[in-house]
């Protein structure tokens, strides 16, 4: 008795996961359709990086120094990526929230689906819209002079990137479900993303920042992403002066680590949220 109950316990297990993974594939499938007949999110997605890295790479990167001799494109591009990442992620909430606004949520929440699948879905194909743009990023990095000491390094780095968006994504799609219009994601996100972008090793070393302000900008979590796929790219090529000045003088691993810790807890907490307040939406 115990082993048939075990058994249709551990069927039913199952079954409930494979529900879940076919109803998440086939929002992501219909975001992804969606998003072909939207070529100005593509051209932002594609342009964007680009416009970018020219800024920081011949505008202003005359004008910054104190590197310990590191070319400032590859001290560049990790940061930039981060911030491509976190902006594109935000796609997340303005669909949801359109759908939201259009009732099709509404629609889906009468079909017997996952409750996962409508914002996992969306992650999916916006995780593939991310991957699209660090390409054109990479690729954009290197005709201005980017080159990686540790390839494995960057593909590593990619991976990395490319977790922190979909844990960041569902952060935007819990605000995508909590606010009525696409216009108020903006408006909800933007004074948290602006600062934990600029105020971070994405672009200056923190040590050039006030004092007051280095404590916040090293320890959090942008600057910690960045850190572990800044020290990827560089592998062992990096100097104990570039790594103490640019990394706080963490080693690659203990950077990595932090980094994950933060991307996992992010993930989990707002996947929590996301599936409660999915759950709990009024018709």
Known sequence: MTTTSTGISSAGTNGRLGWAIRDTAAMAGRNLRRLMRQPEQIMFNLVSPIMFT???RYVFGGAIGGLQGLNYVNFLIPGIAVQTVLFSAGVTGFALADDLQKGFINRLRSLPMARSAVFGGRVAADTLNNALGL???LATGFAVGFRPANVPGLVLAGLLLLLFALAVSLGYALVGLSVRSPEAVN???FPIIFPLTFASSAFV???TMPSWLQG????QPVSVVINAARSLILGDTATPEQRD???GGSGTASLVLQSLAWTIGIGVVFGLLCTRRYRNLTA
Do not use: D
Not at 216 to 219: E, I, L, P
């Open 54 to 56: 020219l800024l920081f």
């Open 135 to 137: 390409i054109i990023l």
């Open 187 to 189: 408006a909800a996100t």
């Open 205 to 207: 070393p923190v040590e």
């Open 216 to 219: 916040f900008a090293t320890h």
């Open 245 to 247: 000045l640019l990394l």
